[in-house]
Each structure stands twice: as structure tokens, then as C-alpha cells.
């Protein structure tokens, strides 16, 4: 085989490998059990600061066996109820609007609020709620509550938390099983829907001037 077709061979492999990829392959699993008793109770002396699309970003990338996909959602409102000396007493909570999904492709954004997946007009909202933060190392693993399509269930999964004067912020990076939350349409039998999903949390959420 001349070096030249050889070349070019193995370039087209590699582009292949790497387009089929699975995103969620070398991300943290979250945890998913039964859902547990929410506090709708603010832990005392806590700071209440506003999640927005202006501060924060709630993202995800899904993939088929051909190829992967960004996608985020636009409108989501949420509060963090900070407790700056002792963060594992904090409560995270987010509402999702999920009509406001945006992907790399105009064609799946549309498909996603169908029934197929999220079914936006039946299951308008996904929601998250914090029900323990607890010290892990470096970083915190955070537990809560969890509502997607219907179905809620509890999910732990790891976070970088920091403090500063002027803000907090919280990111994470982890996967979850979309047929958990009965994401199960199966795509054609050429070009599967992986299983994983991964999620990707960046809150920088401003704190009042103290």
C-alpha cells in the first residue's frame, strides 16, 4: 500500500474512533436510588443566592454510536441556600425549563421535545433539589432529588465547591443512565442511542456585598 493511502487510511480511522467515542465513558456515574424526603425548611443563617442563565450554565452531551451531541438548557431559575461556615449544611435547588433544550442541530433539538424524549408538553419542568452535601477529599458529593420526564429519583455525584467574597460557585461533571428516567426510544437499529448522558453543572453565583 503506497505511504500516502496508508496515511490517509489511518487518518480516516482515528476521525472515526474518535467521532464514535462515548462521552460518558471516562465521567463520574452518578448514584441513582429511590427518592428520599426533601426539607422544605432554609437552613438557618444561610445567604439565599439566585441561579440564572446570566450566572450559571446547566449543559449535557448525548451521543449515538455515529456521533455525540451539545446540547443545554436556556431558562432555568434556582436558588442556592449558602451556609459559607459549614457547606454541608447548603441547599441547592434548580427548575428547568425543558422547552428551552438547545443542541448543535436544529432537527434534534426538535426531536427532544417530543414524546420520543422529554415530552416538554406533559413533563414541562425537570427539577433538582439538594438533600445532603457531606465533604469528599477535595470536593463534595452532593445527594439529591432529581425529576426528569416524570420520574424522580435520587443521585449522588462529586463537585468542586469554592467560596469567595463575592461568590459562590459550584461545578460537576458526571453521567447519568437516560433510561433511569424512561428515556428509552431506541433510535434506528443502525445508529443506537448510547445509554449514557452526561451532565455538566457551572454555577458563579454573585453573593450580596457584605
Do not use: W
Not at 474512533?17 to 462515548?22: D, E, P, Q, S
Not at 438547545?102 to 420520543?116: C, Y
Not at 443521585?155 to 428515556?183: H, W
Amino acid at each position: 500500500m503506497p505511504r500516502y493511502v496508508a496515511t490517509a487510511a489511518l487518518a480516516i480511522c482515528s476521525t472515526l474512533t474518535f467521532a464514535c467515542a462515548n462521552p460518558a465513558a471516562n465521567k463520574t456515574k452518578a448514584n441513582v436510588s429511590s427518592a428520599t424526603q426533601e426539607s422544605n425548611t432554609k437552613p438557618a443563617e444561610a445567604e439565599t443566592l439566585a441561579i440564572t442563565p446570566e450566572n450559571s450554565k446547566v449543559e449535557f452531551v448525548a451521543a449515538k454510536i455515529t456521533r455525540s451531541h451539545q446540547g443545554s438548557f436556556k431558562k432555568f431559575t434556582g436558588t442556592i441556600d449558602l451556609v459559607a461556615d459549614h457547606l454541608e449544611n447548603s441547599r441547592v435547588s434548580i427548575d428547568i425549563d425543558a422547552a428551552s433544550v438547545v443542541t448543535d442541530t436544529d432537527e434534534l433539538t426538535a426531536h427532544l421535545k417530543t414524546p420520543d424524549f422529554f415530552d416538554v408538553a406533559k413533563f414541562p419542568k425537570a427539577t433538582f433539589v439538594s438533600t445532603k452535601i457531606e465533604p469528599n477529599g477535595a470536593t463534595y458529593k452532593v445527594t439529591g432529588n432529581f425529576e426528569l420526564h416524570g420520574i424522580k429519583k435520587s443521585i449522588s455525584f462529586p463537585a468542586t465547591i469554592q467560596l469567595a467574597a463575592d461568590s459562590a460557585s459550584v461545578n460537576a461533571e458526571f453521567s447519568i443512565n437516560r433510561k433511569d428516567f424512561g428515556l428509552v426510544y431506541p433510535g434506528k437499529a443502525d445508529d443506537l442511542i448510547r445509554d449514557g448522558v452526561v451532565i455538566k453543572l457551572t454555577l458563579e453565583v454573585p453573593r450580596a456585598k457584605r
